[in-house]
């Protein structure tokens, strides 16, 4: 899956293992597992909604963005691209915004 990143600070921090492990310690594996999962992907659809990685849509304060799991508390948020598109078999791009505690 194509990803793109809220901002060039967060895109140069999840693309190097060195500095995700430095600003992410207490979470990396799942982060980097996460991070894994979704490039590995063609598209959104292929990302389980079962744990590990937990895909949901988030509502709320949240409403718009997907989240999978990275530990227990912390989630990787993100959004889709084309707005327009609601089948999960067609969401090929997506755009992290954060890495954060939702609880």
């Known amino acids: 899956m194509e990803i793109d ?29 996460r991070m894994t999962e979704l490039q590995a992907v063609r598209n959104l659809s292929l990302i389980s909604h079962n744990p590990p990685p937990r895909k949901h849509k988030l509502s709320g304060n949240y409403e718009g963005y997907w989240s999978v799991d990275v530990s227990k508390n912390y989630r990787l948020l993100f959004t889709v691209s084309d707005k327009d598109i609601i089948n999960e078999n067609q969401i090929n791009k997506i755009i992290i915004e954060e890495i954060t505690d939702t609880h």
């Open 5 to 33: 990143f809220r901002s060039k600070k967060l895109e140069k921090i999840l693309s190097d293992d060195r500095l995700m492990k430095k600003h992410f310690s207490s979470i990396y594996s799942g982060l980097k597992n």
